[in-house]
């Protein structure tokens, strides 16, 4: 692995996994001047960004509440990778080469599998937070109740299972230190991601939102496979861009080693 990319497990440095967690949940969240996660932005607020485009910055600074809901995604995510050793992180080197603990750039994913691990169930996060230190269960009581999210969380569901029905890597949450966006650390990372696929021959899903996040995964090899537009009563549909975007990349084959 590149000296700069960490694979992270329960067992390791509990500051670290803070600021893993802190850095994706604020790039989730997004701000005023930085994009949130489109579809959970819908979900918490189909009015709260620029244009009512999910992949517009906020009209407002994310409030207390917007934070732990996207806080408790993260820690869901992490929930479930941790245990499978498998959220690579990539940190900042000082000025002496050696490692910090700065995320610049995260990622949950789930390793290739036959029991659609990237489901856990509740004991699953139990256990993940007792191990770990950190409290997952520790999250707003409304998050789990309303309709957007019931929605989308089905229609995710539906897609995994018709488009990544074989063994693959599930690309589940993928950030960049919000305040380090533009430098071409979410690029480094994402290349490492889509070299450990080739070295083993899998496939990689991801869901992403905006043209911003489409394109981005283009470069890196990943073709649409699926628009899909969430409508639930009463609400503004979740349309920008045809909705969220089911994204699945195929191996190559003429480089499979891992970069070193």
């Known amino acids: 692995m590149p000296k700069s990319i960490l694979q992270l497990s329960y067992k390791s440095d509990l500051s670290l996994l803070i600021n893993v967690e ?20 819908w979900c918490f607020n189909p009015e709260g960004n620029v244009d009512n485009d999910y992949s517009k910055p906020l009209l407002e600074n994310p409030s207390r509440s917007r934070i732990e809901f996207c806080r408790f995604i993260i820690r869901f995510a992490m929930a479930i990778s941790l245990r499978h050793n498998s959220v690579f992180v990539l940190v900042r080197e000082d000025n002496d080469g050696k490692l910090t603990n700065e995320v610049l750039a995260a ?75 533009g430098m071409g650390y979410g690029r480094k990372l994402m290349e490492f991601v889509c070299r450990m696929a080739d070295a083993a021959k899998i496939n990689l899903y991801i869901e992403v939102h905006g043209r911003k996040n489409q394109i981005f995964c283009e ?29 699945l990349r195929t191996p190559k084959f003429d480089n499979p080693s891992l970069p070193q």
């Open 107 to 181: 990622t949950c994913c789930v390793p290739p599998n036959d029991k659609r691990r990237h489901e856990p169930g509740i004991w699953d996060i139990l256990c993940m937070s007792l191990r770990s230190g950190i409290d997952f269960l520790s999250f707003p009581g409304d998050i789990s109740s309303g309709s957007r999210m019931e929605a989308l969380e089905s229609a995710m569901k539906v897609c995994h299972k018709q488009w990544a029905y074989d063994r693959h890597w599930y690309v589940c949450t993928f950030a960049t230190n919000y305040l380090k966006q």
């Open 22 to 41: 802190d850095v994706m949940t604020m790039s989730y969240c997004g701000t005023t001047e930085t994009s949130p996660e489109g579809p959970l932005a």
């Open 219 to 247: 470069k890196n090899g990943y073709q649409v496979k699926e628009a899909i537009s969430i409508e639930v009563k009463d609400s503004i549909p979740l349309e920008m861009y045809g909705g969220m975007l089911i994204m």
